[in-house]
Nanobody, 114 residues
Framework: QAQLLESGGGLVQTGGSLRLSCLVSKNVFRTYSMNWYRQAPGKERELVASILSGGRINYADSVKDRFTISKDNAKLTVYLQMNSLKPDDTAVYYC????????WGQGTQVTVSS
């Protein structure tokens, strides 16, 4: 059974940093592209960052040069390092494997105060 368990969310001031972690079950981690999505109140869920199967990394324009996605194969963990946070980054962040029709974590709240 697929399991994705996020941690690391919280409250931070504008300009601060947070690192999200997602512990993934082995078969899922080794099979699927890994992604971070976010959903702000009243908005659609959006793709923030991806590590594709071949290792290519993509970012949403809104987070380029501020966020970094990475993964540790030994720890079966995907990370999202978020720097220079802005109030617009406030959202529930979801770890995902395999994109929209794949597997999802429970989400972790990130709140950036102005």
């Amino acid at each position: 059974q697929a399991q994705l368990l996020e941690s690391g969310g919280g409250l931070v001031q504008t300009g601060g940093s947070l690192r999200l972690s997602c512990l993934v079950s082995k078969n899922v981690f080794r099979t699927y592209s890994m992604n971070w999505y976010r959903q702000a109140p009243g908005k659609e869920r959006e793709l923030v960052a991806s590590i594709l199967s071949g290792g290519r990394i993509n970012y949403a324009d809104s987070v380029k040069d501020r966020f970094t996605i990475s993964k540790d194969n030994a720890k079966l963990t995907v990370y999202l390092q978020m720097n220079s946070l802005k109030p617009d980054d406030t959202a529930v962040y979801y770890c995902n494997a395999g994109q929209i029709h794949g597997f999802w974590g429970q989400g972790t709240q990130v709140t950036v105060s102005s």
